[in-house]
């Protein structure tokens, strides 16, 4: 039996800040924009706690009731919201050919991407279970709640130099715990940490364990080299080793970096196939806020309708 195949004008992939954006504005410009949740339903913000540097909440909000707000926003435009994710597309002739779970398939005019990034973990079971009371792995999202107190940062690339600098202006202390001898990040960045006197580097050091049990209290840790064990007092642990965007299902077709983030037309939120939109922090490596997904996901839902309109007019 042939199943009708569903069209949509806009199909939105991703549903934290960009995605939802990309949403309203498609939604109110009269574009039925359908979008699949993914996984995670309301993206990276939906495992934080107080969100406070997001514009409008002069008293913070709590990153899932925001999430929420995001989502009811979209809906109460007409966005047609549907939990699933898209394992698969096909972006070599249009329409665009999107499948979802693996079984549905949809013909699409344009397609906006905002998968989002997700961080790295260390994998340890206290690390999960603390998540979001008192280990996060946002340094200018959580660093705030942390301030007049001492933390420890993991990582050594220009991430976690940046925010090792960042929790100093506002800690007491800050342990930037590196597994190698050196460091990966820029010379500048590392110059940075070295000469900031409330950073102590713990060189060939990795985490056993985030010590806690309704909040952080401190960490153990083992020198790699000597097998030297001890422990540090912390309320806050950070964990700044990399992001991984969510961009796999595409590498077939849309052009990235070599760490996945997808390539956007400078000034716009246009990829290297016609019609196809990257937004949020698929195609962010630098900013990394919800504002600025938001931000660019107002652009891909503009972009799209301008797209659409120029395809119109042919
Ligand atoms: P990177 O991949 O550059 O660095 C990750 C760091 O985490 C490395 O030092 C790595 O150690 C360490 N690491 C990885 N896994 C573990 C683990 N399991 N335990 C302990 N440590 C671990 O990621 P970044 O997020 O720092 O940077 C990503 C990109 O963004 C880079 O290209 C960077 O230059 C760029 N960037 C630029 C900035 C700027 O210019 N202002 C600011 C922020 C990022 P090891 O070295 O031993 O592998």
Same mark, same amino acid.
């Given at each position: 039996?042939?199943?009708?195949?569903?069209?949509?004008?806009?199909?939105?992939?991703?549903?934290?800040?960009?995605?939802?954006?990309?949403?309203?504005?498609?939604?109110?410009?009269?574009?039925?924009?359908?979008?699949?949740?993914?996984?995670?339903?309301?993206?990276?913000?939906?495992?934080?706690?107080?969100?406070?540097?997001?514009?409008?909440?002069?008293?913070?909000?709590?990153?899932?009731?925001?999430?929420?707000?995001?989502?009811?926003?979209?809906?109460?435009?007409?966005?047609?919201?549907?939990?699933?994710?898209?394992?698969?597309?096909?972006?070599?002739?249009?329409?665009?050919?999107?499948?979802?779970?693996?079984?549905?398939?949809?013909?699409?005019?344009?397609?906006?991407?905002?998968?989002?990034?997700? %961080?790295?973990?260390?994998?340890?079971?206290?690390?999960?279970?603390?998540?979001?009371?008192?280990?996060? %792995?946002?340094?200018?999202?959580?660093?705030?709640?942390?301030?007049?107190?001492?933390?420890?940062?993991?990582?050594?690339?220009?991430?976690?130099?940046?925010?090792?600098?960042?929790?100093?202006?506002?800690?007491?202390?800050?342990?930037?715990?590196?597994?190698?001898?050196?460091?990966?990040?820029?010379?500048?960045?590392?110059?940075?940490?070295?000469?900031?006197?409330?950073?102590?580097?713990?060189?060939?050091?990795?985490?056993?364990?985030?010590?806690?049990?309704?909040?952080?209290?401190?960490?153990?840790?083992?020198?790699?080299?000597?097998?030297?064990?001890?422990?540090?007092?912390?309320?806050?642990?950070?964990?700044?080793?990399?992001?991984?965007?969510?961009?796999?299902?595409?590498?077939?077709?849309?052009?990235?970096?070599?760490?996945?983030?997808?390539?956007?037309?400078?000034?716009?939120?246009?990829?290297?196939?016609?019609?196809?939109?990257?937004?949020?922090?698929?195609?962010?490596?630098?900013?990394?806020?919800?504002?600025?997904?938001?931000?660019?996901?107002?652009? %891909?839902?503009?972009?799209?309708?301008?797209?659409?309109?120029?395809?119109?007019?042919?």
């Amino acid at each position: 039996m042939n199943q009708a195949i569903e069209k949509a004008k806009v199909l939105i992939i991703g549903s934290g800040p960009a995605g939802y954006t990309a949403a309203i504005y498609a939604a109110r410009a009269g574009m039925k924009p359908i979008l699949y949740t993914g996984g995670q339903p309301g993206g990276q913000l939906t495992i934080t706690t107080d969100v406070e540097n997001y514009p409008g909440y002069p008293n913070g909000v709590m990153g899932p009731e925001m999430m929420e707000d995001f989502r009811k926003q979209a809906e109460r435009f007409g966005t047609d919201i549907r939990y699933g994710l898209v394992t698969g597309v096909d972006f070599s002739k249009r329409p665009h050919v999107v499948t979802v779970d693996d079984q549905i398939t949809l013909h699409a005019d344009t397609v906006i991407i905002s998968t989002g990034a997700s %961080a790295k973990w260390l994998g340890l079971e206290s690390e999960t279970r603390l998540n979001g009371k008192g280990v996060s %792995a946002c340094a200018v999202c959580d660093g705030f709640f942390f301030r007049g107190q001492e933390v420890a940062i993991v990582g050594a690339g220009d991430t976690a130099c940046e925010e090792a600098s960042y929790l100093a202006n506002i800690c007491s202390k800050v342990y930037m715990i590196v597994r190698r001898d050196e460091m990966r990040a820029s010379q500048i960045m590392q110059n940075r940490v070295k000469n900031n006197p409330k950073i102590e580097i713990l060189w060939n050091t990795e985490t056993e364990e985030i010590l806690g049990e309704q909040e952080v209290t401190g960490a153990r840790l083992i020198n790699n080299i000597t097998g030297e064990k001890r422990e540090i007092s912390i309320s806050g642990f950070f964990v700044a080793i990399g992001h991984q965007p969510n961009t796999e299902i595409f590498k077939n077709f849309i052009h990235m970096d070599s760490s996945g983030y997808i390539k956007t037309i400078p000034g716009t939120t246009k990829t290297n196939v016609e019609g196809v939109f990257a937004c949020g922090d698929a195609q962010d490596n630098v900013y990394r806020q919800a504002v600025t997904a938001a931000g660019t996901g107002c652009m %891909a839902a503009l972009d799209a309708e301008r797209f659409m309109a120029e395809q119109e007019n042919h």
